[in-house]
């Protein structure tokens, strides 16, 4: 049973388009993350979801958009892929309310040429 | 605004030893820490969690401490093995920002 599962695990496009990935928690977590991992491995926080409601929403350019349809899916959307954008996107859950312990997914490698 | 630091960046060990990683935030106000895994091209493995309320947790081999006075997390493995390769990374919990910060990590060989 896979906790933290996200698609696609590779991603390779050009410069320009518009791609999503998407995120699905099965722990019953009420909060989930983005997450960016550089080509330095990097590792910095997007965005956070609590219930739906975003909650953090760190620097990032407005062409990345998540959406939360249910507590249990997060989804990344990005508009306009620059080559800057080529990383590992990482989504991961924790229960608000403590101990917030985190859980990630296996990433989504985004390569833009 | 939260900086956290991981020392070494890279450390590499015969089998069997023993080792220390560290980990040093700048703001004590956390919640919790919290130690991963990353094996080469993987995700991130939860391994130990630290409530600030607490000192220390173990998980077999793994234990981990925190000292929010002085701004210090170590995570202490015993008896390494290849196994254990991998990047170990540090994320501190800020409760007024309800928002993790990470480390560089530490990458840790073991060989045989």
């Known amino acids: 049973d896979t906790a933290v599962s996200q698609t696609p695990k590779y991603l390779v496009t050009q410069m320009g388009n518009d791609k999503s990935i998407k995120c699905e928690q099965n722990l019953g977590h009420d909060t989930m993350y983005w997450y960016k991992q550089d080509s330095k491995k990097f590792l910095k926080i997007m965005f956070s979801?609590?219930?739906?409601?975003?909650?953090i929403n760190e620097t990032v350019p407005n062409r990345f958009s998540p959406k939360s349809p249910d507590k249990a899916h997060l989804n990344l959307h990005i508009n306009s892929l620059e080559l800057g954008d080529s990383a590992v996107y990482f989504c991961a859950s924790s229960q608000f309310g403590g101990p917030y312990e985190q859980y990630f997914g296996p990433g989504t490698r985004l390569t833009v040429t | 605004k939260q900086e956290v630091t991981q020392i070494p960046a890279a450390l590499s060990v015969p089998e069997g030893e023993n080792l220390v990683l560290n980990c040093s935030f700048t703001d004590s106000a956390i919640y919790n820490l919290q130690w991963f895994r990353q094996d080469p091209g993987k995700g991130l493995t939860s391994l130990l969690l630290i409530q600030s309320s607490q000192r220390e947790q173990t998980s077999g081999r793994l234990n981990a401490s925190l000292d929010k006075s002085s701004g210090r997390s170590t995570l202490y493995i015993a008896a390494s093995q290849p196994g254990d390769s991998a990047t170990y990374l540090c994320?501190?919990?800020?409760?007024?920002?309800?928002?993790?910060?990470f480390g560089d990590g530490t990458t840790l060989t073991v060989k045989p």
């Open positions: 979801y609590n219930n739906k409601e975003l909650i």
């Open positions: 994320a501190a919990l800020n409760t007024n920002a309800g928002k993790s910060t």
